[in-house]
């Protein structure tokens, strides 16, 4: 654009945000949570800075995101159909159900009664 203008642009990086890695935990909860409502899951590094980027400094933590139209976010036109928010909420829900219910023992493990 810059050439097409003819106008000199100079880049000067201030700020970089390395992508985040989450803990397999909450990811396996995320995907157990998707894969029980039938919904598509592709895994992306996220670099912005998401509360859940920060928050992943202290502990476990994930990120689930919802489809918006076109593809647009963090912007004034990004709009996202109600179905895809409720079903980034139900996820979220089954996710967080998926991290807080004991796992089921296996047939023919050894149970210890205290």
């Not at 945000?17 to 895994?43: D, Y």
């Not at 004034?76 to 023992?105: H, Y």
Request: glycine content about 6%; overall charge neutral.
């Amino acid at each position: 654009m810059a050439t097409a203008r003819n106008v000199e642009v100079t880049v000067n990086r201030f700020w970089t945000s390395e992508p985040t890695s989450f803990a397999p935990k909450p990811l396996a909860a995320i995907q157990s949570a998707m894969e029980e409502l039938s919904l598509p899951m592709h895994r992306l590094w996220s670099g912005a800075g998401h509360d859940a980027k920060y928050a992943a400094d202290r502990g476990p933590a994930g990120m689930i995101f919802i489809r918006s139209q076109n593809g647009l976010s963090h912007c004034e036109v990004e709009f996202s159909t109600p179905e895809d928010i409720e079903a980034g909420a139900n996820v979220l829900l089954l996710a967080t159900l998926n991290l807080v219910r004991k796992p089921k023992p296996s047939p023919g493990a050894n149970l210890v009664s205290q």
